[in-house]
């Protein structure tokens, strides 16, 4: 699933592409939407919430979409080719001189704009944010430690402690830390974990790179410690990796470690 900062550049683009343009063609092509029309509507603008997005039309309406793991918004000039297969998708938005497509999109709904953040209220605060504060720091912090027998990854994972932190961040996260995800989330610091998490999000947001990196380096054999390094090892002892899946049924994720540069347990092979 993409990371919050993936889904924030997602919709920076979307937003570029089209907020002030009058729809000419506004078509879903899902059972429960495909009778709506958005021709001749304005867009107003495209926001996200962790990994939500909002694209917000004249007439109080708003389309809310989730990109789960394989959607994807891309955007083409006006009658240009489309780079995926015209079968997967899902909502086209078409102004004068640009198209915007939604392959794969999820979570589909069209709500009123004063309703959509009955959408994400069960999230916890946003780590990009743009109103991020002090509050929403302890918000974290306070969601985070009132399990502290939670596996630490598993709570980072889980978008109602935070919103945006996937499993790169998880596994990059735990790292930095020095501890392994399978620690209790008793034994980091809350506060510092939460301050790291907006940290990495935020820097790879602001790059406007969909290839994140959490090491500074840009090179594709640098950009992470651990995360999908199996076969580099470690990028700061380099070191053996060791892979394990944590978590369970639809929640289950491979996830990178280094049994020298992070302390704690860990299943067996």
Not at 95 to 112: E, N, P, S, W
Request: proline share 6%; charged share 25%.
């Amino acid at each position: 699933m993409p990371e919050g900062d993936t889904v924030y550049l997602v919709g920076k683009r979307f937003d570029r592409a089209l907020a002030g343009k009058t729809l000419l063609r506004g078509e879903f092509r899902v059972p429960q939407l495909a009778t709506v029309d958005l021709a001749g509507r304005e867009v107003l603008g495209v926001g996200t919430v962790g990994k939500h997005l909002f694209t917000r039309f004249s007439g109080d309406l708003t389309l809310h979409s989730h990109l789960m793991m394989d959607g994807m918004w891309d955007v083409y000039p006006a009658g240009g080719k489309w780079r995926r297969p015209g079968h997967h998708a899902r909502v086209l938005l078409t102004a004068a001189d640009v198209q915007v497509i939604g392959f794969r999109v999820h979570d589909l709904k069209l709500v009123a704009t004063p309703k959509e953040h009955d959408l994400v209220a069960h999230l916890g605060p946003d780590l990009l944010d743009p109103q991020w504060s002090a509050g929403h720091a302890e918000r974290a912090v306070a969601n985070l430690t009132a399990d502290p027998d939670r596996e630490l990854g598993l709570a980072l994972l889980d978008q109602r402690i935070m919103a945006g932190v996937g499993n790169l961040y998880k596994c990059e996260i735990a790292f930095l830390l020095g501890v392994t995800p399978w620690v209790p989330v008793s034994e980091v610091d809350a506060t510092t974990t939460v301050a790291l998490a907006r940290k990495l999000l935020l820097a790879n947001a602001r790059s406007g790179r969909f290839d994140q990196s959490t090491t500074g380096h840009l090179d594709r054999n640098r950009k992470n410690w651990v995360y999908e390094r199996t076969r580099q090892g470690c990028f700061r002892c380099g070191g053996r990796l060791l892979v394990r899946q944590q978590g369970h049924d639809v929640q289950r994720r491979p996830t990178w470690f280094c049994p020298k540069d992070q302390a704690g347990p860990y299943p067996p092979q």
